[in-house]
């Protein structure tokens, strides 16, 4: 068993799919150490067309979205461990609060676990005071904010019973990232870019982890996203729509 990319971590999320990745980027732009285990299995690789997230008044490529999140997780500064056979095994107690074991054998230390995957539990087993409720599927009990019974742990997206809506479980994982954060101290967190003078021509205090931008810079970044989005959706994604695996031959 070998320590993990760098140890110990402020949070690590298990699951990348849509909940997780959402969760990353918001505790990555805050500046936490975050790390994404993830197997590569989002049932939104299943869908067929993404018709109801927003800003796509077309639809948009799922797997394409779920691309287009990873990359915006790690532009936010997350490391992802996404290896194809790179699942969570076990998480259990430890003195930096949690060890969370690859089935690689990676053994990785975190003050924060956002659990993210969908109805799989079972690396959950040797935590006391995780409330698993059967419904046929497996789910967490969270409260109205995604935190489970056990400090430092919190539960987002489907896995938390949230509607199986690919934007609603994204914004329960924004939104369990943030609860992280307030639950963590860190001031005063809006997460905002703001345009310059916003709040300081107000004798204001730019707030924490928010930023005060000028026009310049504005533009900067928008030619920079307008690039990026030309050069992802040039061509149809590349990767096959999966089907449920009871249909595989
Ligand atoms: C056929 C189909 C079509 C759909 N179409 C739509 C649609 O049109 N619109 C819509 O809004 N929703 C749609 N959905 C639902 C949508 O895909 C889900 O609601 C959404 O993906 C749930 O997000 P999540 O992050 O909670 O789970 P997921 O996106 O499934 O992510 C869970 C992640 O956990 C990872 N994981 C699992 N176990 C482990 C482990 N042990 N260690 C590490 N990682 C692990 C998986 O690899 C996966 O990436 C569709 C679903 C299906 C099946």
Redesign the pocket.
């Known amino acids: 068993m070998t320590d993990g990319p760098t140890a110990p971590r402020d949070v690590v999320v298990?699951?990348?799919?849509?909940?997780?990745l959402s969760a990353a980027v918001f505790t990555a732009r805050r500046g936490l150490d975050t790390l994404v285990?993830?197997?590569?299995?989002?049932?939104?690789r299943?869908?067929?067309h993404?018709?109801?997230?927003p800003g796509f008044p077309l639809g948009v490529n799922a797997r394409q979205l779920l691309d287009l999140l990873g990359e915006q997780a790690e532009n936010a500064g997350a490391d992802r461990l996404d290896a194809q056979a790179t699942?969570?095994a076990a998480v259990d107690a430890d003195d930096a609060r949690f060890a969370v074991t690859t089935d690689g054998d990676d053994r990785l230390r975190t003050r924060h676990v956002v659990a993210?995957?969908?109805n799989?539990v079972g690396?959950l087993d040797g935590i006391d005071g995780v409330g698993i409720l059967d419904r046929g599927k497996a789910y967490v009990d969270v409260d109205e904010r995604g935190r489970t019974g056990v400090d430092g742990l919190y539960a987002?997206?489907?896995?938390a019973e949230k509607p199986?809506?690919?934007?609603v479980?994204a914004g329960h994982?924004a939104e369990v990232a943030v609860t992280l954060l307030e639950d963590d101290d860190a001031p005063f967190y809006h997460d905002w870019v703001a345009p310059e003078g916003y709040f300081t021509d107000r004798g204001r205090e730019v707030p924490p982890g928010c930023e005060e931008i000028g026009e310049a810079e504005r533009r900067e970044r928008e030619a920079a996203s307008l690039e990026a989005a030309r050069e992802r959706f040039a061509e149809p994604h590349p990767d096959p729509q999966e089907t449920h695996p009871s249909l595989e031959e």
């Open positions: 298990v699951g990348g799919g849509v909940a997780g285990v993830d197997p590569g299995e989002s049932i939104l299943r869908n067929a993404l018709e109801n997230f699942r969570v993210a995957t969908k799989e690396y987002a997206g489907r896995l199986h809506q690919a934007a479980c994982g």
